[in-house]
């Protein structure tokens, strides 16, 4: 199949934040992908998103299908921006569709469904001015994120807060530095967990991943913060989570925290591939902190190709799944 690949590059620029390029590709996922999909005789042509003429060069070169993994140029609809391109010129993609990328993005309107849909997710608020009464049933401590942001980007360890006056001043810092709204919600004490589904052919959960931060004391960092995440594997800064997969979980608590990924996939309305964000309190209880429809997919860092590897599967038939569930589901 002729094959156009959609992406965000990571750049280096120093007059942005930190964090600014956390969601983009690296180069080593683009490559990563362009030479799985060669590798199944695919033709590919590579394009950034940022690419001013994206929409012209869709309407002027036909391709079978995109495999999108782009995260959008801005806003709060960013993730939603090529698919609604793709379906304007009724091109096939990967991956789920606008809505529900949309979704996705906005964590507490996802909680909001998860709720209704009896998927437990931790106890919650949206702060949109800041100058909210907080509601006294949430249970300190409380966990303070941006409401629309992915890779952990402004979550670190003074995010998690036990008193009134400190979460005010978080929530306050992250209106004003993320130009959006501020979600508190109940801090988890448990495991780190994430789940993969997978749609090829039929759908399967993969072997659930577990992520260990008891080898991350040097860092000072006890949860997936955007630092472990930023500099996963660095030892100088201890920021070296130990992964297990499978998780090391009872049978019940398998088969809980697994039932919650797919009713999540499902009441989300995902295609083709998510990952879910669980933890899992010291009762058993598999809490939903969000979903992933454009899960990370660095052949050597990211957690669904680790969770794809336990499951038997190699890179390359991973992104072939990915493209084959959605070309069927388009032939239909
Ligand atoms: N309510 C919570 N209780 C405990 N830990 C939490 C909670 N919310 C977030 N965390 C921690 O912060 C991490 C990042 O949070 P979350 O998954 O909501 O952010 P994200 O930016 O969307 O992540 P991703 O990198 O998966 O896109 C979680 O993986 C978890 O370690
Ligand atoms: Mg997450």
Not at 223 to 228: G, L
Request: hydrophobic content about 35%.
């Amino acid at each position: 199949m002729k094959v156009a690949l959609t992406y965000n590059l990571k750049k280096k620029d120093d007059t942005k934040p930190p964090d600014y390029f956390s969601e983009f590709d690296s180069e080593e996922t683009i490559k990563a992908i362009i030479s799985a999909l060669e590798s199944k005789g695919h033709t590919v042509e590579a394009l950034d998103v940022e690419y001013p003429r994206l929409f012209s060069y869709f309407r002027n070169n036909r391709v079978d299908i995109v495999f999108n993994i782009a995260e959008g140029k801005c806003g709060r609809f960013r993730e939603s921006e090529v698919p609604a391109v793709l379906d304007y010129l009724d091109i096939p993609y990967t991956g789920s569709n606008t809505f529900s990328l949309a979704l996705a993005l906005n964590k507490a309107l996802t909680k909001k469904i998860l709720k209704a849909e009896g998927i437990p997710t931790p106890e919650f608020q949206l702060f949109t001015t800041g100058k909210e009464t907080l509601n006294p049933a949430l249970k300190f401590p409380l966990i303070v994120k941006p409401n629309r942001e992915g890779s952990a980007k402004g979550i670190n360890k003074n995010n998690v807060v036990c008193r009134e006056e400190d979460l005010y001043k978080k929530v306050q810092e992250i209106i004003s530095f993320y130009k959006q709204e501020a979600l508190v919600e109940e801090f988890i004490d448990g495991k780190e967990l994430t789940v993969g589904v997978l749609e090829d052919g039929k759908t399967t959960i993969l072997p659930i991943l577990e992520i260990d931060f008891s080898t991350c004391k040097k860092s000072g960092e006890y949860f997936y913060s955007w630092r472990i995440k930023e500099y996963q594997g660095n030892s100088d800064l201890g920021t070296t989570p130990t992964f297990y997969c499978p998780a090391r979980l009872t049978s019940e608590e398998e088969a809980r925290v697994k039932e919650a990924a797919l009713k999540t996939h499902r009441a989300v309305g995902c295609f083709d591939i998510s990952r879910t964000d669980i933890r899992l309190d010291k009762k058993g209880i598999p809490y939903v902190l969000e979903i992933n429809p454009l899960p990370g997919l660095n052949p050597k860092e990211s957690n669904f190709p680790l969770m794809a590897y336990a499951a038997g599967m190699q890179y390359e038939e991973l992104i072939e799944a990915i493209l084959m569930s959605a070309s069927e589901r388009n032939r239909v």
